[in-house]
C-alpha cells in the first residue's frame, strides 16, 4: 500500500506545561481517525534533509483538524522546532492515522483504565474526550504519573468535573501541598482500587516512557490482570 503524505498547515499552538505544547493543524482530505491513533511528522529543509518523527493525536476528529501533543526534549532535532519554532501559517507534512490496537471506541461498554506517564497522556486525552463528546456512561479511570502539578497536560480537561471520569494522580517528586500521597513512583497501590472497579474483560491503555510502561504491566499483572487486555504505547 503506497505511503500517504498530506499537507498539513499549523493554525494554532496552546501551551500545556513549560515546554509542551499542543499544535493545531488543518489537514485537507483528512479521513478521520480513532482515538489513541498517531500521526508521522515529516520535516523537509531547504537543503533537501528530512527529518521524521511519531506524535499521538490529542483530541478526536474533527473535520479536518487534528491536535498533536509535543514535549520539547532538550537535546531533540525535531521537537523544540515544532514546539516553539515553526511559524503558525507554516506547513508540514503528516501520515497517518497509525495504530489500531492502542485505540478507544465510544461503542465499548467495559469500564477502562488508561495509565499515563508523564507526555503518554496525550492519546488518553483523546479518548477522554471521545468519551465526553460521545455522553458515554462506561466509566474511565485514569491514573496519572508526574513529577509534579506543573508538569500536568491537559488540566482543563481534566478538572471540570465530567462524571464518568475517575482521575487520580501520582507525583513522583513535587507533590502539591494537600496531597496525601506522598512523592514516589506508581506502586500497586495507586493501580489497586481502580483495577478492582474493572470487568475481567476491560481494556487498559498504558503509555509513557518505556521503563514506566514496563513497570505499569508488571503492577497490573501482580494484582491479576489478564495481560491480554493490557494495551501499550511507549517512546524513548
Not at 33 to 57: E, F, I, K, W
Not at 149 to 160: G, N, P, S
Not at 198 to 211: A, D, E, N, R
Request: with cysteine; charged share 20%; proline share 10%.
Amino acid at each position: 500500500m503506497a505511503v500517504v503524505w498530506r499537507r498539513a498547515r499549523l493554525v494554532e499552538r496552546r501551551p500545556q506545561t513549560a515546554t509542551a505544547r499542543t499544535l493545531v493543524l488543518t489537514v485537507p482530505d483528512w479521513p478521520g481517525h480513532l482515538p489513541g491513533q498517531h500521526v508521522d511528522v515529516r520535516l523537509t529543509a531547504d537543503d533537501g534533509y528530512q527529518a521524521v518523527r511519531s506524535y499521538s493525536l490529542a483530541a478526536p476528529t474533527e473535520g479536518n483538524r487534528i491536535e498533536l501533543g509535543v514535549q520539547a526534549l532538550p537535546d531533540g532535532e525535531v521537537s523544540p522546532y515544532l514546539a516553539d519554532a515553526l511559524p503558525i501559517g507554516a506547513d508540514v507534512e503528516v501520515r497517518g492515522p497509525l495504530g489500531n490496537w492502542f485505540v478507544w471506541r465510544p461503542a465499548q461498554r467495559e469500564p477502562a483504565l488508561l495509565v499515563a506517564g508523564g507526555s503518554g497522556v496525550v492519546p488518553l486525552a483523546a479518548m477522554i474526550r471521545a468519551h465526553r463528546r460521545s455522553s458515554s456512561q462506561v466509566p474511565l479511570h485514569l491514573v496519572y504519573s508526574v513529577r509534579g502539578a506543573d508538569d500536568v497536560w491537559y488540566r482543563d480537561h481534566l478538572d471540570d468535573g465530567h462524571p464518568g471520569l475517575d482521575v487520580r494522580f501520582v507525583y513522583t517528586r513535587k507533590p502539591p501541598p494537600d496531597t496525601t500521597r506522598g512523592p514516589g513512583r506508581i506502586t500497586a497501590d495507586d493501580l489497586a482500587d481502580p483495577v478492582a472497579r474493572l470487568q475481567p474483560s476491560s481494556p487498559v491503555y498504558v503509555c509513557g516512557p518505556t521503563g514506566f510502561v514496563e513497570t505499569v504491566g508488571d503492577l497490573l499483572t501482580g494484582l491479576g490482570r489478564n495481560p491480554a487486555t493490557i494495551r501499550t504505547e511507549r517512546f524513548g
